[in-house]
Structures are given as C-alpha cells and as structure tokens.
C-alpha cells in the first residue's frame, strides 16, 4: 500500500497547497480540495474517495451525496466496485483518500444510524445458531458490552422475522433455511438494528421470486419510514421498478442520480459497455509497482 | 572444535533427512497442507509401535510400508471425517491426529518390553549416535547403516518428484482440472501422504519428529520467498534443507559454548537453523521481502519524487515572466516532501544530470527537460483521457493524471494519444507538449 | 489378569478379589490422589471445551497445536534463567511465565508470517509450531547439560504427569477453568458475533481484534496450565476433540458450548479412572482416547449431522420421491384412461378411480420390474395404492387426493420454470407442500390460468410436457419441451 501511498501523498500535498507555487501552477485544483459545498446532513455523503484493494485502485475518486429517503440502487459489471463502495462507507475496507459522513459525522461515531446487510457468501452457514440468534445479533449493538440478551431483544428480533414472514422458522438451524429463507434472515437483523441508513450487499441474489417480492415490499416500507437505503443489485431488468434513485458505477461513479434520468441506454453503454483498457492497465501498473503481494 | 568422523555422518544425515523431507514439503506448502506433515508425522507413531511389534526389528521395509498405510489412513479419515461429519478440514486434521498419537503413546507403553524405543527417541531422536550404529563397508567408507537408509529414502522422493513432475504440478495447483486431464488427483493426495508418512519414519529413530516437521515445512517456504518458478524452488528447498542441517550441527557445538554450556540437542537446532534462514528470507528475499520490499518502496518514492520535480520545473518554465525561483523550499511545499526527501530527490537529479542549480534556483538541463516533457505529456494526456472517457469533471482529474503519469511507459503514452485523438491542450487549456 | 488364567481356581479368585477391591477405591475416589487428579482433569476438559468451542467456530482449530509447541523454548529459557539467579529452576510460576511469554511471541510470528509475507495461514502455523518445538528441544539439551539445578521433570511438559498431580496443579487448572467460564460466559455474544459474521461485527463497532486477542489468551492460559495435565501434544485434542463432537449433539451455540464443556470433563473423569486402574499406561493418552471415543459415537449417532441422521434423511428423500414418481405416474395414466372414455381432464379425487394395469406404470418410468413391484407393496402400505384387479391397480380415495396435489404441484413448478426461465432452478423449493407458500398466491394463480387455457389451445392434457413418452427420465430443468399432441 504505501507505494501507492507515496504517490499519493504528493498528489495530496498538491492539491491541499492551496498558497504559493502549486496554486499558481493549477489554479483549478484549488476548489476541490474542501468539500463545504456538500449538505451536511446528508445521510451518506461521499468526497473525493478512492479504495484499493492490494494496491490496485478499485474506486476512483467518488463523490456521492445520498438523498434522505430514497430507495438508492447501486448497479455495475462485475469488478465495478459496488460492494467496495459500500463496505468503505463503514470503513471495512481501508480508503486510499477520501471521506465519508454520515448525518454529517464519522461513521465511527454514527454507527447506531446505519444498518448492514452483507452477501449471503460472508458467512458460515453452518454455525450453530438458529435463525432468532442471527437476528437478535442486529441487537447486540444496542445491548452493550459484557450484558445478555433479554426477553425484550428476542422479542424485537421475533417481530422483525414476523415482518419477514419467517416466524416460523425462528428456531431453525440457519443452514436449513433455504437460500431465500437466509436471505430474509439477514434482512430481519438489519430491520431489528432500527437504523436510518441501510447498506445491502446484493440482497436479491440468489432468492426465490417470492422473497424477492418481500423483500421489496419491505424496502417500500422502510421508504416510506423516511429511511435511506443503498441496495447492490445486479439485474437490470428490475431497476427502474425498484429505486428511485441510482448509481451507476464502474470504477468510477459514471452517472447518479432519480433513475428515470439517469438510467439511459447512453450511460448503461459507458457503465457497461467495454473496460477502460488503458485505466485497467495502468491501475495494474501501479499495483505492481509496490511488488509482491 | 576438531571435526571428527561422526561428525561427518551427523551432517550427512541430517542432510539427508532435510533434503528428503523438503523434497515432499513443497508440495504440501503449495497445497495450503502443512499442517498436513505435522498431523502425519504425529500419526504414525501406532504404525511404528504395530510395525516394531510385528517384526520386531527397526529398519525393515514391511515398517515402512506399516507406517505409509497409517499415513494415508490419517490423510483418509481426516478426509472422510470432514465429509461425513462435516467437521471442518484442519478441526478434523487435529482430531485424528491427536487421537492416532495418543493410541501410539499407549501401545508403546503396553509392548514397552518388545520395542527398544520411547516416544522421546520418536520426538528428538538419536541423531548423535548416528555414527555409532552399525555400518556397511561401500566404496572404502565404513557407512553407518542409518545414512543408507536416509539415502534410499532420499532416491525415493527424489525419483517420485521427478517421475510425477508434472503430474504433481497439476494436481497441486488445480486438482480439479487434473482429474478431468486424466490424472486423478486424490490418488496423487494419498500417494504424497503415503510418501510423506514412509519419510518421518525413516527419518524419526534419527532426528526424530520435530525435525521431520520442520523440514517439511520450513525450507520449502523460505524457498517460495525466494523463488517463483517451482523447479527453482524445488531445488532451492533441498539447497536450503542441507544447509539447516550443516548450520544446525554447527550451531549444537558451538552456540551453547558462547553462554557457558555445553553441546545441545542437534535436531533441535537444525530446526532452529532453518528457522533462521526462512527468517532471513522473510526480510531479505528479493522480491517478497520484507526489507527488500521496504528499500523498493524507498526507491519507488524518491523516483516518484523526481519526477514530480522535473514535471515541476517544467511547468515553472512554461509560466511567464517573473518566474518564481525552485529552490528546496518551494519544492518541499510544492510536493509535499520532507526535507531529507526533498534534499535526496534533488541530489539524485543532480547527480543524473538533470538539473542544475542556476545560481537562485534549479533549472533543468537538456536531459532533463526531456524527461520532464515526458511526464507533463503522460500527465496532460491522461487529463484529457479521463475527461473524455471516464466523464470526470476537469477540475477533478489532477490528482488521479499525478498518479497515472508515473506508470506510463511510451507505448501507454502513444495509445493514449490515440485514444485521445492527439489533442493539442489539455482540458485546463495547457499546451500539450510534442513526444520528442 | 490373563497371568491367572492357567493357575488355580482359588488364586484365580483372589486375584480378582484383589482387582476389584482396587477397581472400587478407585471409582469411589476413596483415594486423595485419585481425587486430585479427577477434579484436575475434570477441570480441564471443562475450559479447554469452553474456548476449544469458539476456536474451532473460528476455525482456527489448529491454533492450539501451535501454541502449545511454542511454549517448550519458554519453560527452558525460564528453568536457565531461574537457576542462573539461584532460585529454584523448577518454581512453577516461573516456568509458566516463560510458557506464555514464548507462546506469545510464537502467535506474534505467526501474525508476522501471515501479514508480512505472501505464504499461507498453514505454513505460519507449521513454521512457527517446528521451529519453537525445535528451539525448546535445543534449550532442553542445554538444560540437560547444566551442571547446576535439577532439570529431571522438565519433560513432563512434552508428556504429562497426570497420574502424579498435586493439590497445587489442580488448584491452578481451577482457576484457570474458573477464568474460561466467567470470560466465556461475560463475553459470550460477542464472540459469537465475531466467529459468525467477522464483518458485521466490525461494521457494528466491535473490536475485532481485541476480541480475537482474548480468545487466544484463554487459549494460551488453558494450554499452558494442561501442559503439566496431560502434555503439550494432548492438551491440543482436549482443545479441538470435545468441541468436534459436540457440534453433532445440537444446533445451538451456547447448548454446544456446555455439550463440549461436559464431553471434555467426561473424557477427564473417564481417563482419569482408568489410567488410575491401568497405572502404567500414561493418563494424557488415555484421556484423549476417551475424548476421541465420544467423538466416534457423536460422529455416528449424534442428532445433528450425525451420520445415522444423515443417512436417514437420505432414505427418507429417496421414499419420497419414490412416492411422488408413483403418485404422479399412477396419476398421469388414469388422467389419459379418464380423457379417453369421457372427453374431460383431470380426475376428481376420490371418485371412480379407473385401474391401471402394471405394464403402463412400467413404461411410464424407467423402473425395473423388481423395483415397480417393490414399490407399489409400499404402496399399498403406505394406503395410496390398491390392487384393482390381476396386475392392476387404482388409486385409493386418500391417495387420488394426494396424487392429485402431487401432480398439479409438478406441473404449476413445469410451467413456472418454463416460463420463467431467468429464475435459476436451484432456486425453487419443489418439495414445497404448498407452492402458494413459495410463490405466492397471485404467481399461482397466474400460473393455474396459463394452464388452463394451453390445455383449451392444444386440447391436450394439462400437463405441460408430453405425458406418453416411453422413458420419463427428462430432469425437471430439461422438460421444457412444450405440449405435444398427445
């Protein structure tokens, strides 16, 4: 990383210098150094930020303010860096530059207002736990260091499987629960962290059609409680049905924006269509300049 | 210290030892199985105690067989362990393992009186007595029986690693695809395993289990620091295995003596040994080491470093008159470097004859510009490239051209220009200086 | 006891008497010793199965091998160091000191290999645990070679010294067991949280690290207290034994932590009787081989994933598909005997439910004559099936309701996947008794019509592929051939 860091770093120390010589050398650059045009309260608000995973830039410099309320879709081909996006904004992956706010502060600080559901692959379906632990874990927040689990958190957790229609599967083991079945689950333990923001990491792969369907409902729902919600998603048959409002990403942010303006066969060309070859290879480049792994 | 005979042959055997077992090792470094050598090699102590039984002799060929089945076996029941119970693999690798050992321990203290040897000997070994045992006249050497048989062992694994070359290869690397090329890789697995478990046998009444471990381990992963080609590190991990030995019985003689005492277990230090070289190879290797990689990052930085200078004075030089003086301050804040950075990156400049100094600031020489139009070409090209293709506002392209320029050899520079379609300025308005 | 065999009756007896006696002063713990070292080992199981537990959930399982080979180069280095002071060289707490300040610089190495190189998980482990194994071995020979200080006793670190446990060692194993239980208790969902969903942990604030680091410390503070139990090769199967056998006992985690807290003191309590009633075999071996027979009766037996349970569900999908390929055949074939005679699909249930003879059943599958046979003697076990004549049978009333839910379930599942065929098939629950449950009522709804008005269309039976075929082996997925005239 710190290759990479390097360069960086005298890229930054650039545009930071707002006086003297670097000033008078790119006058342009100046402006974006601060981001005070940005609403701060904004329930997701993105500046300048770049990721890299082992050094291989996946994220350029994205700017991205979330609109309250809305249902947010994030679409892309695959190494887009949609889940990237997402898992940075609550710093589960190192950001190369950039910041994010959440209500206008830190995720550190905001993490009682965000809700996370991560793909169905991140976890080991055969642990021991029934389908109520997992979503009373939506609690855990709440309930704090070293305390257990009461009555009233496995009722909240209860009543979020209710609104998932899985109540009856509350006491089953979480890998016979079928991919659907899990799905909800997840969902469940996002509904029961009673948060504002929601990230969902491709909530809708692999469910059946009916859980698809409830789950969209549920999104409708949690829309209409004033929540912002960020859902991955892949099938772009489905977009303009589900959100409001979409980003379109392919390693950069190509267009945001209410779906129905940006969601255009022009930009679905220059978010799909064909790699920036030149880009890929040099974001290769520079991954291979710090050697090794 | 006087180099005598037996000290010859203690080498020679730990040589051997190292070698046979590095041989196998990288196969099972490669495989992600490590843990693989330690679990069989804990295993085998049953077979050993059945074995002894059975024939009642230590070096028999029916014990190697003995041990080789309960070597696969371990390998099988941890397989089908996993399978059926859906433990996970290296949870159900310590069950049998453990279980197999402990069923070892009790059947050698039940035909304590028929087996001339302890779980001790089967943990450390009797390498220093190597030279004691009983030896065979070959060539005008009086050999000491145990040499031979470590040798065999070494002809062993080394026919089988090259007869198999390609074949372990595949399997190793995608056993998947290996199978459906023909070669069926669960019997290459089991082979391996058998292999492996035939080799600590051979080698525990010598340098015992600790040393086998090690050297199955060990050196094959110092030798996959240093190399990225498997026939180099094949060699390279036998290399490697003979000098821990060699190191490791020097270092039984003489180490303790710098504290005080006397000699130590040489087994034992022949594993240290090995760790110390796959500790060097941790930092120094040249491509994966931690201190080389370090240095790199050095270099990489201070070379990032003069080029944003040279682009610099360069765009000093296209600014009009008054043009402000590039001393190191200026530099310093320009960049944002530190001042040892700074002062080196100008050094280096100098030294390349780059720049010059100019009595109130630095300048570029003829070279030097050559260079810096280069950079400020790579630099502005990419401008125009990410605004044209990446839709990026102008006033946000800087940052991501000041890390692209860097990385962009003369071919990349020219596809650019094509891509771009030759422009002439830059998305600021700056003139786009010619290729050469 | 053998050696009696062949000696008078009376001596025979005696012997036994003798045996017995013994056998009974054990079991009762009428001995002090006894009783230390069954309450030692009881102990011990206890914690190792408590944190083995959230380890091998971890998966780090193998971690414990390490550890514990890591602390060899401590407790030698501590036995020099101690002596060259003057003190005693073998002073308990500073040997266990050195135990764990070497195994702490194993984990450290090990972390160093893992983050710091490109080599895997499995060689930190290895190189780590040969290397210090090797190191201790050195240091040992050293302390082998002091002129001063006893070293006789240090190798019951490798082995254990079980049997000759003192009041003392137990005392410690105590609180070391007391320490796992109360953290494990405290910190309970945290480490459930962190060895489920590592990343929704840390999305949530947990540290991560931190937790992890507490684990391996009771890790380390079990192994360094079992090594004197039962050595520091068998103290790693009390760490990853009971917790494997409990995962086949319950679906629960904090259910499977007490299950592996009670198999790890059953095999202390059960080794510990027995290698007092067998004294000269060693105890630590005999305590894991307990520990691994509960794990071969949990692999075998155990309610969950056991492989009897297992085995069974197998048979039980196999009858039932068996069931639903006899329903449905029986189904088709009265539905075209029934289309023939009177001109109307689909059979009501429980009415005059015509005979099939066995040969169209035959050709209806590919069934072998033996298994038809088989199957329709369970069919009529099973009350779905009756014979209706000489190689003919009919549906009973229960079974043309069954085979009528059967049939219509398949083909709604025919046409959903027909027409839908984005949807993966892997992602429909076809064993669904109510498919309105997993598509939902309008989807079925949807699906009932569509039927209904190809049948009208091609004037065939409603089933949306052909039903006259010789072999049916066509997959579910595959059977999207459309209706052909029948």
Redesign the interface.
């Known amino acids: 990383m710190a290759a990479y860091e390097s360069v960086r770093n005298a890229v930054a120390g650039l545009s930071a210098a707002k006086a003297g010589l670097a000033s008078r050398l790119w006058p342009a650059t100046a402006k974006m150094a601060t981001g005070d045009e940005h609403p701060r309260t904004a329930p997701l608000s993105i500046h300048d930020m770049t990721v890299a995973y082992h050094r291989k830039p996946v994220l350029w410099d994205v700017d991205f303010d979330a609109p309250q309320g809305k249902l947010i879709g994030i679409i892309g081909p695959n190494g887009a860096g949609k889940s990237t996006l997402i898992k940075a904004a609550m710093d589960l992956v190192p950001k190369v530059s950039g910041r994010v706010l959440i209500y206008g502060k830190p995720y550190a600080k905001q993490r009682h207002l965000v809700g996370y559901v991560p793909q169905r692959e991140s976890v080991d379906w055969d642990f021991p736990v029934s389908a109520l632990d997992v979503v009373t874990m939506g609690r855990y927040g709440k309930i704090g260091w070293c305390r257990p689990v009461t009555r009233k958190h496995r009722e909240a957790a209860m009543e979020a499987l209710q609104r998932v229609g899985m109540a009856d599967y509350a006491g089953r083991q979480i890998s016979q629960l079928s991919g659907g079945q899990q799905q909800r689950v997840f969902f469940a333990r996002a509904l029961v962290q009673d948060a504002s923001l929601y990230f969902m990491d491709e909530p809708f792969a692999g469910v059946d059609a009916a859980t698809e369907k409830a789950i969209v409902a549920l999104l409708q729902e949690l829309r209409r409680a004033g929540k912002t919600v960020l859902v991955v998603h892949h099938d772009l048959q489905t977009v303009s049905e589900y959100f409001d409002h979409l980003i379109m990403l392919n390693m950069r942010i190509v267009a945001a924006g209410p779906t129905q303006d940006v969601f255009t066969r022009d930009n679905l060309h220059r978010t799909y269509g064909g790699r920036l070859t030149l880009l890929d290879e040099a974001a290769q480049a520079i991954a291979q300049t710090g050697g090794g792994p | 210290m006087t180099w005598t005979t037996a000290d010859t042959w203690i080498v020679v055997a730990g040589a051997l030892t190292a070698a046979s077992c590095a041989l196998l090792g990288n196969y099972l470094v490669l495989r992600r199985m490590s843990m693989m050598g330690d679990a069989i090699s804990h295993a085998v102590l049953p077979g050993l105690a059945v074995a002894f039984v059975l024939t009642g002799s230590r070096a028999n060929l029916p014990m190697f067989v003995g041990a080789a089945v309960v070597g696969v076996l371990t390998a099988m029941l941890t397989q089908s362990i996993h399978s059926l119970g859906q433990v996970e693999q290296s949870a159900s690798m310590g069950v049998v393992f453990t279980l197999l050992f402990a069923v070892g321990l009790v059947l050698m203290e039940l035909w304590a009186r028929h087996v001339d040897l302890d779980p001790g000997c089967v943990l450390f070994g009797a390498i220093e007595l190597v030279a004691l045992d009983t030896t065979v006249r070959l060539a005008g050497l009086d050999v000491p029986w145990a040499v031979v048989t470590l040798a065999g062992m070494f002809a062993v694994n080394t026919a089988f690693v090259l007869l198999f070359y390609k074949e372990l290869k595949i399997s190793s690397f995608d056993p998947k695809l290996s199978t459906t090329l023909g070669i069926n890789a669960n019997l290459m697995h089991y082979l391996l395993m058998g292999l492996v478990a035939a080799t600590s046998v051979a080698c525990f009444p010598i340098v015992g289990s600790i040393l086998v471990i090690a050297m199955l381990i060990v050196p094959p992963a110092a030798a996959h620091l240093l190399t990225d080609r498997l026939s180099t590190m094949i060699v390279l991990s036998v290399a490697l295995a003979g000098a821990s030995a060699v190191l490791g019985h020097l270092g039984a003689v003489t180490v303790p003596g710098w504290f005080g005492f006397r000699d130590t277990s040489i087994a034992g230090m022949m594993a240290v040994a090995a760790g110390a070289i796959l500790t060097i190879a941790i930092l120094f290797a040249p491509r994966h080491g931690i201190v080389s990689r370090a240095l790199h990052r050095v270099r990489l930085t201070l070379q990032v470093a003069q080029e944003d200078a040279l682009g610099l004075l360069y765009r000093v030089e296209e600014m009009p008159s008054p043009r402000p003086p590039v001393a190191v301050p200026a530099l310093r804040q320009a960049l944002a470097l530190g001042p040892l950075t700074a002062r080196a990156t100008l050094a280096g400049l100098v030294r390349s004859g780059k720049v010059e100094w100019g009595g109130q600031g630095y300048r570029l020489t003829e070279r030097g510009r050559d260079d810096a139009r280069r950079m400020v070409r790579a630099h502005r090209l990419w401008e125009s490239y990410l605004v044209q293709f990446m839709g990026l506002p102008p006033d946000h392209v800087h940052s991501a051209a000041m890390r692209l320029e860097h990385v962009t050899d003369p071919a990349m520079q020219r596809q650019l220009a094509d891509r771009t379609e030759q422009p002439q300025r830059d998305p600021h308005g700056m003139s786009i200086p010619p290729a050469d | 006891m053998s050696c009696g065999a062949d000696r008078a009756g009376l001596l025979l007896t005696a012997a036994v008497a003798d045996h017995l006696s013994q056998a009974l002063r054990v079991l009762t713990l009428r001995d002090y010793n006894t009783r230390v070292v069954v309450v030692g080992t009881i102990l011990l199981g206890v914690a190792a199965g408590l944190i083995g537990t959230f380890m091998?959930?971890r998966?780090r399982?193998?971690m414990?091998?390490t550890i514990s080979h890591a602390t060899l180069p401590g407790i030698g280095i501590a036995f020099i160091v101690m002596t060259a002071l003057g003190g005693d060289g073998k002073s308990l707490p500073g040997l266990l000191l050195g135990a764990v300040l070497s195994s702490a610089a194993g984990i450290g190495c090990m972390l160093?290999?893992r983050h710091?190189?490109?080599?895997?998980?499995?060689?930190a482990?290895?190189?780590v645990?040969?290397?210090?194994?090797?190191?201790?071995?050195?240091?040992?020979?050293?302390v082998q070679?002091?002129s001063r200080g006893n070293a006789a006793g240090l190798?019951s670190f490798?082995?254990g010294k079980t049997a000759s446990m003192l009041a003392r060692d137990a005392a410690m194993i105590a609180v070391a067991a007391g320490l796992v239980a109360l953290v494990c208790g405290?910190?309970?969902?945290?480490f459930?949280?962190v060895?489920?969903?590592q990343?929704?942990a840390?999305?949530?604030?947990?540290p991560v690290l931190a937790l992890d680091a507490v684990m391996v410390g009771l890790v380390v503070a079990v192994t360094v207290i079992g090594l004197q139990a039962v050595g520091l090769?068998?103290v790693?199967?009390l760490?990853?034994?009971p917790?494997?056998a409990a995962?086949?006992w319950?679906?629960?985690?904090s259910?499977?932590l007490l299950a592996a807290a009670a198999i790890g003191a059953i095999s202390g309590l059960a080794g510990a009787m027995l290698s007092a009633l067998l004294p000269?075999?060693?105890a630590?071996?005999?305590i894991?081989?307990v520990?691994?027979a509960i794990?071969s009766v949990s692999?075998v037996i155990?309610p969950?994933?056991?492989?009897f349970v297992?085995l069974r569900e197998h048979l039980r999908l196999r009858r039932t598909v068996a069931r639903q390929h006899l329903l449905r055949a029986m189904y088709e074939r009265v539905e075209a005997i029934t289309a023939a005679r009177v001109g109307t699909a689909a059979p009501t249930a429980g009415g005059d439910a015509a005979a099939v003879p066995r040969s169209a059943l035959l050709k209806a599958r590919s069934w072998s004559q033996g298994y038809l046979q088989r199957l329709l003697r369970r069919g009529q076990r099973w009350g779905l099936v009756e014979p209706a004549g000489p190689d003919s049978y009919r549906l009973t009333p229960a079974g043309a309701v069954e085979a009528a839910r059967v049939s219509r379930n398949h083909r709604l599942w025919e046409m959903y996947l027909i027409t839908?065929a984005d949807?993966?098939p892997?992602?429909?629950?076809r064993d669904a008794d109510q498919i309105e449950?997993?598509?939902?009522h309008e989807?079925v709804a949807q699906l009932e019509a569509l039927m209904a008005s190809e049948a009208s269309r091609a004037a065939v039976p409603p089933s949306p592929h052909a039903i006259e075929r010789d072999s049916n082996t066509a997959a579910p997925g595959s059977s999207a051939r459309g209706s052909a005239s029948g």
């Open positions: 091998l959930l998966k399982a193998l414990g091998d160093a290999i710091g190189t490109r080599l895997k998980d499995d060689v482990l290895g190189a645990l040969s290397v210090f194994f090797g190191l201790g071995v050195a240091v040992l020979g050293i070679s002091m190798e490798i082995y405290l910190l309970f969902k945290e459930a949280l060895c489920f969903d990343e929704f840390a999305a949530g604030g947990w090769i068998l790693v199967a760490l990853i034994i917790p494997a995962r086949f319950t679906d629960r985690l259910r499977m000269h075999l060693p630590g071996a005999i894991v081989i520990a691994g794990f692999l155990g969950r994933r056991g492989v297992r839908h949807v993966a892997s992602h429909v629950d449950h997993v598509l939902g989807m």
